[in-house]
């Protein structure tokens, strides 16, 4: 079974960091992988995207203190949050497209990504 699993969530103070963890364990080639966030009433965003090659695009709202980077031999992205803030406070979710056709482009979106994980909390509160 072909799964997407994240870890590294948990609760901070504003200012503080996390890194999250995304591990793809299905056998096709990952053509690029993504960080999603839905906080509550929310519509789901992306958050960072990167293509197989490293090319990466970010969201306005965490250029510069979000990182996503990846170990392509083990299917693996991690997103690295520095400076958070209260708004970044959301499910974090791994999405995945693999062994497709595609077009590279700076969109964050939900459409094109063909596996999603089960999401991991994100929190930060003083």
């Known amino acids: 079974e072909v799964q997407v699993m994240e870890s590294g969530g948990g609760l901070v103070q504003p200012g503080e960091s996390l890194k999250l963890s995304c591990v793809f364990t299905?056998?096709?080639?990952?053509?690029?992988m993504a960080w999603f966030r839905q906080a509550p009433g929310k519509e789901r965003e992306g958050v960072a995207k990167?293509?197989?090659?490293?090319?990466?695009y970010y969201d306005d709202s965490v250029e510069g203190r979000f990182t996503i980077s990846q170990v392509r031999p083990n299917k693996t992205v991690y997103l690295q949050m520095n400076n958070l803030k209260v708004e970044d406070s959301a499910v974090y979710y791994c999405?995945?497209?693999?062994?497709?056709?595609?077009?590279?482009?700076?969109?964050?979106?939900?459409?094109?990504?063909?596996?999603w994980g089960q999401g991991t909390q994100v929190t930060v509160s003083s």
């Open positions: 990167i293509y197989f090659d490293g090319e990466s």
């Open positions: 299905g056998s096709k080639t990952t053509n690029y």
């Open positions: 999405a995945v497209a693999a062994g497709r056709m595609y077009v590279k482009n700076s969109k964050i979106k939900h459409e094109g990504f063909d596996y």
